[in-house]
T-cell receptor
C-alpha cells in the first residue's frame, strides 16, 4: 500500500529565511506532485516530478526528487509572506488512476 | 480557457438526506477525479472517471457514488448523509490521467455541512 508522509506538518518562519519540506513515500512511484492550497481555496499545481534527480524551480520554490530514497523536497529560498499556504505532495503510479496525498505542511511566514 | 467548475459551492443538509454535487471539467479534459478533504483525514481519493467509466475507487462506503456523462461532466452522490460526511469535496480534471506527468486541475470545491 502506497503511503505518503510529509514533514514537518507545521512550519512558522521569518521572512528571508530558507527552509525545506520533506515528502517520503513507501513504494515505487513514477510521478510526484506538489500542490499549494490557500485557506478556504482549492489546490494549485506547483510541480510535477517524473524521474530520479528531477529538479524544478519556480521563483523562490524548488522541488527535487530522489526515487531511490523515495524522497522529494520542496525548498523555499528567502521566504516571503505571500508563500504562506499549505503545501501538499501527492504520489501516484501510471498503473493506478489515483494519487495518494501527504497530510500537508502548513507554512506561516511572518513579516 | 475556463477552469474546473463545481456547483453548488456551499450546501447544508441534515442527516439522512442525500446530496448531488456537480463538476464540469476543463474543456478537452476527459478524466474527472473526486476527493474528500477534512481536517482530520486530509485529502482522500473517492473515485475517478474516464469516458463515462469508473476506473478506480477509493475506500469509501457504497453511499458514495458517481457518474460521468458523455460531455465529461461528472456528478457525485452521497446518500443517507452522516455528520462525518461534512467536508470539502474537490473535483479535479486532467486530459486523460493515464499518461506520465498528467497534472490534475482542481475546482474550487463544494463545502458540505451535515447537521
Amino acid at each position: 500500500e502506497l503511503k505518503v508522509e510529509q514533514n514537518p506538518l507545521f512550519l512558522s518562519m521569518q521572512e528571508g529565511k530558507n527552509y525545506t519540506i520533506y515528502c517520503n513515500y513507501s513504494t515505487t512511484s513514477d510521478r510526484l506532485y506538489w500542490y499549494r492550497q490557500d485557506p478556504g481555496k482549492s489546490l494549485e499545481s506547483l510541480f510535477v516530478l517524473l524521474s530520479n534527480g528531477a529538479v524544478k524551480q519556480e521563483g523562490r520554490l524548488m522541488a527535487s526528487l530522489d526515487t531511490k530514497a523515495r524522497l522529494s523536497t520542496l525548498h523555499i529560498t528567502a521566504a516571503v509572506h505571500d508563500l504562506s499556504a499549505t503545501y501538499f505532495c501527492a504520489v501516484g503510479t501510471a498503473s493506478n488512476y489515483q494519487l495518494i496525498w501527504g497530510a500537508g505542511t502548513k507554512l506561516i511566514i511572518k513579516p | 480557457k475556463a477552469g474546473v467548475t463545481q456547483t453548488p459551492r456551499y450546501l447544508i443538509k441534515t442527516r439522512g438526506q442525500q446530496v448531488t454535487l456537480s463538476c464540469s471539467p476543463i474543456s478537452g479534459h476527459r478524466s474527472v477525479s473526486w476527493y474528500q478533504q477534512t481536517p482530520g483525514q486530509g485529502l482522500q481519493f473517492l473515485f475517478e472517471y474516464f469516458s463515462e467509466t469508473q476506473r478506480n475507487k477509493g475506500n469509501f462506503p457504497g453511499r458514495f457514488s458517481g457518474r460521468q456523462f458523455s460531455n465529461s461532466r461528472s456528478e457525485m452522490n452521497v446518500s443517507t448523509l452522516e455528520l462525518g460526511d461534512s467536508a470539502l469535496y474537490l473535483c479535479a480534471s486532467s486530459v486523460a490521467h493515464r499518461g506520465i506527468g498528467e497534472t490534475q486541475y482542481f475546482g474550487p470545491g463544494t463545502r458540505l455541512l451535515v447537521l
